[in-house]
């Protein structure tokens, strides 16, 4: 919940065992099979949630999903949260069943990257003020760029990839928001790049850049 809510503030569990979230642009998807089970709730603003959980004890707290709230609690201490209207998230209102997004398998290619990978990207994108990530590939081997790629004089940082496949697709550095880890990357050319991560039951679904 807390990587998700740096892709979108609001928060709208609609179904049982699955948390998903999308951007307020439409270009960042993410999919997330929990353990538990939760009924139907949705909060405009999820960060006091988040929040509140972090002051309590983990190993000894419990959480009551009512039909207006959730209430937290803990031997002597309990905090209540207040559902919102879904109303007020159109765009996650919009989002389909999870399951449209996971049968989704019109890939072109595909690579791995790994945690240290990713950080060293979104590390020298910073550094380096590049905003794109261009990953192209041919018979399995490539490279994703770091560029700007407005500006033909711009400073680049290359990286090699191997793989599978031939591709090629520029997405937003800015909206690399995944959770730390390694990622097995599928690319669609010129429309997305999703990111399944290899060790949890988690994928986003990355806009390709608009030209």
């Not at 006091?48 to 309590?56: A, D, G, Q």
């Amino acid at each position: 919940m807390k990587n998700f809510s740096a892709i979108n503030n609001s928060l709208w569990v609609s179904e049982e065992t699955v948390l998903k979230t999308i951007s307020v642009a439409e270009n960042i998807i993410g999919i997330y099979d929990t353990e538990e089970t939760f009924p139907q709730w949705q909060l405009y603003n999820s960060v006091p949630f988040i929040s509140m959980v972090n002051l309590f004890d983990l190993s000894n707290v419990d959480f009551e999903f009512g039909d207006k709230a959730v209430v937290i609690k803990m031997p002597g201490t309990r905090a209540t949260i207040v559902y919102d209207s879904v109303d007020l998230i159109p765009k996650l209102a919009n989002l389909k069943d999870s399951s449209v997004y996971k049968q989704f398998d019109k890939y072109d290619a595909k690579f791995t990257l790994t945690s240290d990978k990713i950080s060293m990207i979104q590390k020298a994108a910073n550094i380096l003020g590049l905003p794109d990530m261009n990953i192209k590939m041919k018979e399995g081997k490539g490279l994703v760029l770091i560029t700007d790629e407005e500006d033909p004089d711009s400073n680049v940082m290359k990286m090699a990839i191997t793989g599978e496949g031939d591709c090629e697709v520029t997405v937003m550095v800015k909206n690399l928001q995944v959770l730390s880890g390694d990622y097995t990357v599928s690319v669609s050319s010129d429309t997305l790049a999703n990111f399944h991560h290899d060790k949890q039951p988690l994928f986003y679904i990355i806009a390709a850049k608009k030209s």
